[in-house]
């Protein structure tokens, strides 16, 4: 679990600290992502971030007992959780809204199982 809590913290780190180098820019279909400083919003994104977060674990858990499809499907929601993280960086590019995430995300790490 410790181990876990790492892996998050420093995907959120990282996501975080990147998250200024993406102002401005757009998503892959050509449409700017809006900017949402409603917390509902930035709560259920957080819990949607760990929700696949959490499925890549377990995944993984289940590739370390002979599960070679596991790891496939990890990989598979692995690169859509990526993909979440960086419309999140555009999402969410002020510093109000990062704290907010922040804290919502280690709310939500909490429930992973």
């Known amino acids: 679990m410790i181990k876990l ?6 995907t959120l780190l990282a996501l975080f600290t990147l998250s ?26 957080a819990k949607r971030l760990v929700e696949l977060q959490c499925q890549v674990k377990n995944l993984i858990g289940e590739a370390k007992n002979g599960d070679a499809s596991a790891l496939m499907k990890s990989e598979k929601i692995n690169g859509e959780a990526e993909k979440v993280s960086r ?27």
């Open 5 to 10: 809590k790492l892996i998050f913290s420093i």
């Open 20 to 45: 200024s180098c993406s102002n401005g820019m757009e998503s892959a279909e050509g449409e700017a992502i809006e900017t949402s400083s409603n917390h509902g919003d930035i709560v259920a994104d």
């Open 87 to 113: 419309e999140l960086k555009e999402k969410y590019p002020s510093k109000a809204d990062q704290e907010k995430f922040a804290e919502a995300y280690e709310q939500a790490l909490g429930e992973c199982e």
